[in-house]
């Protein structure tokens, strides 16, 4: 009997089979191809460019307003209660440009405060709330 050499002896096969690479590459090659398109922009809208040289002609001084851990709250370093807090949030929301809350809170006040500050000043109308930190120490 003679054996041949180039056959399949049955035997573990050691060539890897990379048909179903090729296939998978060429799906993805194909996805790739039509999302590329749609990620650019296609109305092109001209964009301001910001100056901070410039400034506004307009300015408005802001609200300070100042809360202690105990719930004692300075507007402007004048006490306040809530009641007043309230009344001036409704006036400083009608002024035109609005002036814009800043809060400094001491950093051991119950959050709990701080949030019925922020809901008086959006009940109030104020736009704009900004909170005071200090840089690193």
Known sequence: MAMSSGGNSGGPMSEINVTPLVD???VLLIIFMITAPLMSHRITVELPTANPKTTDTEQVTPMDLAVKPDGSMYLDDVEVNEGELKAKFAVAAQQSPQPELQIRADKTTEYKIVKKVLA??????????????TGKE
């Open 24 to 26: 998978v590459m060429l």
């Open 120 to 133: 008086d000043a959006k009940e109030a109308g104020m736009v704009h709330v900004g909170f005071m930190t």
